[in-house]
RNA sequence: GCGCCCGUAGCUCAGCGGAUAGAGCAGGGGACUUCUAAUCCCAAGGCCGCAGGUUCGAAUCCUGCCGGGCGCACCA
């Protein structure tokens, strides 16, 4: 059952206070303070339009929230501070206790979302940028889940395109050098590297390549075998790497560029039958009153190239239009790098204008910042290539190990193994989910993989810590008895874990994960103050009680909180 | 030229209209026969890029600068 936040309800009880006041205007807002449990701001801006004394109109509130449980003050200019009892805290806490999803409710329920995230292309290796978007796109995922949402995930694979004809042009050319039959994604990697520097250098096999897209668009069926070969390696290949990464995109997720081959010239028909696109220089483009270029001339989205062929414009747009108009998305997420913004923007626009998008439906680019080396530029290897992101995820595992069998020497094998494996992919994730997404990211393994501070393991210690306590006390059923006297410590406690799901919709606002990483960081740290400030296992009942009731909302709110990050909340670390 | 993003502690970053701007890391000083010290406590560290404006109140909103990053016709 949906338990309302004590912010939630304090505002709806400040509200109605106001309104018996005669105060129509009056917009409660209640936040954490620091100098009361809340304080409801509102009354000075109210003062204004009513032209009186401010601390005269808080005064009134004060007196209309006259009541057992709230004690309101006025403070300041005309602050209204309100503390509540120790017992309205034990009962909230009970309350959220006694449901499996710790009153969080499902405000998502009957909106359908469609998720675009990961997006890697076909015989390329992925890289730390695709590990940003799947990453932010599989926290999204399970949050709007969580409330109650529909999610339709859509992994836009790059499979479709001119590089594949001078893949397979290569590959034909030179079976020896492009690896034999030795079917790998180092293996296709490998030839795409020799494939574009072949390209880049030899203007005939440059020809050669041209023709053979011409054959695979045509449907040649060699050619096109070529192409499925190559696509089914690469797709068991980032299968792999989405599993050991723990994201839930599965092959069924994965709807190519190559799906919307035949939707596209409907598409360009489409848009130029309403005039929404136009000719222009052979090509058919949609132009827009503020984009402009360098030259001052206004800058296209072109939907189809002067050579008749179409580029991603045709295909976003194709793939959101059936998102739209056959999925009955409500709302569309793009996660995808910042620098696209200017695509999105012509993209969203031409769909609008064509009818593709209604008012009702929101189309959002959710961007993420450029991901930059410790040295501030973009990340690379020594050597100026692209780091791997199954380098970089070996990395992250392999130190983790070291650190986890120096604190716990009885782990080995497999158990090792696999603890490793969830506190260095924690790690991972959490670095990136942790900073807002819309700045530039410096991708620092050494601070990353400290372990230390402000990273995915002290909060998976933390939940760790509480489940061995819990253990330590039998796992008792849990009771809270409403009448003790608390701590500050314990009502801090108790206040930081009622803003669990306010967080959640605070979290959706936006599409900005890092809110919960930051709400996260800070109930472990408020647990950290009261696990050194009240003992639990040796005070008496009914406190131990209590106490060990706080231990379990706290350690079911961190794993409940880190399973939406993707990160993994193991009982012992 | 136009557009988007970003300038907050030495470093990496929160905070984005409310009371005295916060954390982590690094550096300094402490705390383990104690429920996991992968932790905690204390001290130190700031013209919140600059200048105006709006407001009872601005790191937060608006305008203009300065500095950095990234986009802007046939790659995706």
Same mark, same amino acid.
């Given at each position: 059952?949906?338990?309302?936040?004590?912010?939630?309800?304090?505002?709806?009880?400040?509200?109605?206070?106001?309104?018996?006041?005669?105060?129509?205007? *009056?917009?409660?807002?209640?936040?954490?303070?620091?100098?009361?449990?809340?304080?409801?701001?509102?009354? /000075?801006? @109210?003062?204004?339009?009513?032209?009186?004394? %401010?601390?005269?109109?808080?005064?009134?509130?004060?007196?209309?929230?006259?009541?057992?449980?709230?004690?309101?003050?006025?403070? !300041?200019?005309?602050?209204?501070?309100?503390? /509540?009892?120790?017992?309205?805290?034990?009962?909230?806490?009970? !309350?959220?206790?006694?449901?499996?999803?710790?009153?969080?409710? $499902?405000?998502?329920?009957?909106?359908?979302?469609?998720?675009?995230?990961?997006?890697?292309?076909?015989?390329?290796?992925?890289?730390?940028?695709?590990?940003?978007?799947?990453?932010?796109?599989?926290?999204?995922?399970?949050?709007?889940?969580?409330?109650?949402?529909?999610?339709?995930?859509?992994?836009?694979?790059?499979?479709?395109?001119?590089?594949?004809?001078?893949?397979?042009?290569?590959?034909?050319?030179?079976?020896?050098?492009?690896?034999?039959?030795?079917?790998?994604?180092?293996?296709?990697?490998?030839?795409?590297?020799?494939?574009?520097?072949?390209?880049?250098?030899?203007?005939?096999? #440059?020809?050669?390549?041209?023709?053979?897209?011409?054959?695979?668009?045509?449907?040649?069926?060699?050619?096109?075998?070529?192409?499925?070969?190559?696509?089914?390696?690469?797709?068991?290949?980032?299968?792999?790497?989405?599993?050991?990464?723990?994201?839930?995109?599965?092959?069924?997720? #994965?709807?190519?560029?190559?799906?919307?081959?035949?939707?596209?010239?409907?598409?360009?028909?489409?848009?130029?039958?309403?005039?929404?696109?136009?000719?222009?220089?052979?090509?058919?483009?949609? *132009?827009?009153?503020?984009?402009? !270029?360098?030259?001052?001339?206004?800058?296209?989205?072109?939907?189809?190239?002067?050579?008749?062929?179409?580029?991603?414009?045709?295909?976003?747009?194709?793939?959101?239009?059936?998102?739209?108009?056959?999925?009955?998305?409500?709302?569309?997420?793009?996660?995808?790098?910042?620098?696209?913004?200017?695509?999105?923007?012509?993209? *969203?626009?031409?769909?609008?204008?064509?009818?593709?998008?209604?008012?009702?439906?929101?189309?959002?680019?959710?961007?993420?910042?450029?991901?930059?080396?410790?040295?501030?530029?973009?990340?690379?290897?020594?050597?100026?290539?692209?780091?791997? /992101?199954?380098?970089?995820?070996?990395?992250?595992?392999?130190?983790?190990?070291?650190?986890?069998?120096?604190?716990?020497?009885?782990?080995? !094998?497999?158990?090792?193994?696999?603890?490793?494996?969830?506190?260095?992919?924690? #790690?991972?994730?959490?670095?990136?989910?942790?900073?807002?997404?819309?700045?530039?990211?410096?991708?620092?393994?050494?601070?990353?993989?400290?372990?230390?501070?402000?990273?995915?393991?002290?909060?998976?210690?933390?939940?760790?810590?509480?489940?061995?306590?819990?253990?330590?006390?039998?796992?008792?059923?849990?009771?809270?008895?409403?009448? $003790?006297? /608390?701590?500050?410590?314990?009502? @801090?406690?108790?206040?930081?874990?009622?803003? *669990?799901?306010?967080?959640?919709?605070?979290?959706?606002?936006?599409?900005?994960?890092?809110?919960?990483?930051?709400?996260?960081?800070?109930?472990?740290?408020?647990?950290?103050?009261?696990?050194?400030?009240?003992?639990?296992?040796?005070?008496?009942?009914?406190?131990? #009680?209590?106490?060990? @009731?706080?231990?379990?909302?706290?350690?079911?709110?961190?794993?409940?909180?880190?399973?939406?990050?993707?990160?993994?909340? %193991?009982?012992?670390?």
């Amino acid at each position: 059952m949906t338990v309302p936040s004590l912010a939630s309800s304090l505002s709806d009880t400040v509200s109605a206070a106001a309104t018996s006041l005669g105060l129509a205007d *009056f917009v409660a807002q209640v936040r954490r303070s620091e100098h009361a449990d809340f304080q409801a701001d509102g009354v /000075l801006a @109210a003062a204004r339009t009513l032209r009186r004394r %401010p601390r005269d109109i808080a005064a009134e509130v004060v007196e209309a929230l006259r009541a057992d449980d709230l004690v309101a003050e006025v403070a !300041g200019p005309g602050f209204v501070n309100l503390d /509540l009892t120790d017992r309205t805290l034990l009962t909230q806490l009970a !309350g959220r206790l006694a449901d499996p999803r710790l009153g969080v409710g $499902t405000p998502e329920t009957g909106v359908t979302t469609v998720v675009d995230y990961s997006q890697p292309n076909i015989a390329k290796e992925m890289h730390v940028g695709h590990l940003r978007s799947t990453i932010i796109g599989d926290a999204l995922v399970r949050i709007l889940e969580h409330l109650g949402g529909t999610v339709v995930r859509r992994n836009h694979i790059g499979d479709w395109g001119t590089q594949f004809g001078m893949l397979i042009q290569y590959q034909n050319e030179q079976p020896a050098a492009a690896g034999g039959d030795d079917a790998s994604m180092s293996r296709l990697a490998a030839l795409y590297r020799q494939a574009r520097a072949r390209f880049d250098t030899d203007p005939q096999f #440059a020809v050669r390549a041209r023709q053979r897209v011409v054959a695979l668009q045509g449907g040649d069926p060699d050619t096109v075998a070529a192409w499925q070969d190559i696509v089914a390696e690469s797709t068991r290949y980032f299968t792999e790497i989405y599993d050991r990464l723990g994201v839930r995109l599965t092959a069924a997720d #994965a709807v190519g560029e190559s799906a919307y081959n035949d939707a596209l010239p409907g598409v360009a028909a489409d848009l130029a039958a309403q005039a929404v696109a136009v000719p222009s220089d052979g090509a058919l483009c949609v *132009f827009f009153d503020q984009v402009r !270029g360098p030259d001052g001339a206004p800058s296209p989205l072109i939907v189809r190239k002067r050579d008749g062929g179409f580029g991603y414009a045709a295909t976003d747009l194709a793939a959101l239009r059936q998102r739209v108009g056959e999925l009955h998305a409500d709302r569309l997420l793009y996660v995808v790098d910042a620098r696209q913004s200017l695509h999105f923007t012509m993209v *969203f626009d031409t769909a609008r204008r064509a009818g593709w998008l209604p008012p009702q439906v929101s189309a959002v680019h959710v961007a993420f910042g450029t991901v930059l080396g410790p040295d501030g530029r973009p990340f690379k290897t020594r050597a100026g290539d692209t780091v791997r /992101l199954v380098d970089l995820l070996t990395e992250a595992v392999d130190r983790a190990r070291e650190v986890v069998a120096a604190k716990n020497p009885d782990l080995t !094998g497999a158990a090792l193994h696999e603890r490793a494996r969830q506190v260095g992919i924690g #790690a991972v994730k959490y670095a990136d989910l942790a900073t807002s997404r819309t700045r530039d990211y410096t991708y620092d393994p050494q601070r990353m993989l400290a372990l230390t501070g402000n990273t995915g393991v002290y909060l998976q210690y933390a939940h760790a810590r509480i489940r061995s306590l819990l253990a330590r006390a039998g796992n008792p059923a849990v009771t809270v008895d409403p009448t $003790t006297t /608390l701590e500050p410590a314990e009502r @801090a406690l108790i206040l930081d874990l009622d803003g *669990f799901a306010d967080t959640l919709t605070e979290v959706l606002t936006h599409y900005e994960p890092h809110r919960l990483c930051g709400y996260l960081y800070r109930l472990a740290q408020t647990f950290t103050t009261f696990y050194e400030h009240c003992p639990v296992l040796r005070a008496p009942d009914p406190i131990r #009680a209590n106490r060990l @009731a706080l231990c379990h909302l706290t350690g079911e709110t961190l794993h409940t909180g880190l399973s939406l990050l993707g990160i993994p909340a %193991p009982t012992h670390l």
